[in-house]
């Protein structure tokens, strides 16, 4: 995002230091501005880098899904690169059963879950290959919080 501020003073510097950190900001970039008739102008570009909670789409169980795994969960689809789901280690195909021994019962519980939790570290209990496994998250955080 961009900011411009009528003069370049100490006052616009705190504001531009305050909304950066407002919006997770990484690097803020300052130009000054050519002189307007009431002094120098400033601008301000934020960058932020995206963060993912997770890093991966998932969907409820079809029908034969939910009859081999009776306690509901869902499946994993295609696995953001350098994301929380990818350092753990998760797949294309995973099943997650539960989240830190809750069970898991479907997409919008998992989303729900997954925003209560954000920026902590938690426990998957995934099925692979018909195999229990477990697997711990460092689930990240959006820009805004």
């Known amino acids: 995002g961009n900011s411009r501020h009528a003069h370049d003073d100490d006052a616009a510097r705190r504001w531009i230091g ?4 407002a919006v997770g900001a990484d690097k803020i970039r300052l130009y000054a501005q050519a002189a307007t008739p009431t002094g120098d ?3 301000a570009a934020y960058y932020v880098h995206v963060r993912l ?9 079809n029908a034969q899904e939910r009859a081999a795994h009776a306690g509901g969960g869902v499946r994993l689809g295609d696995i953001v690169g350098a994301s929380p789901a990818s350092r753990a ?6 099943i997650v059963t539960a989240l830190d021994g809750r069970a898991v019962a479907d997409r919008a519980a998992f989303q729900a879950m997954l925003k209560e939790k954000m920026g902590r570290t938690v426990a ?17 955080r959006t820009f805004t919080q």
């Open 41 to 43: 102008a400033l601008s």
């Open 53 to 61: 909670v997770f890093g991966a789409s998932f969907r409820d169980l």
């Open 124 to 140: 998957l209990t995934v099925t692979r290959n018909a195999e229990t496994i477990e697997r711990k998250v460092q689930l990240g």
């Open 89 to 94: 280690n998760l797949r294309s195909g995973d």
């Open 18 to 21: 305050e909304q950066g950190r």
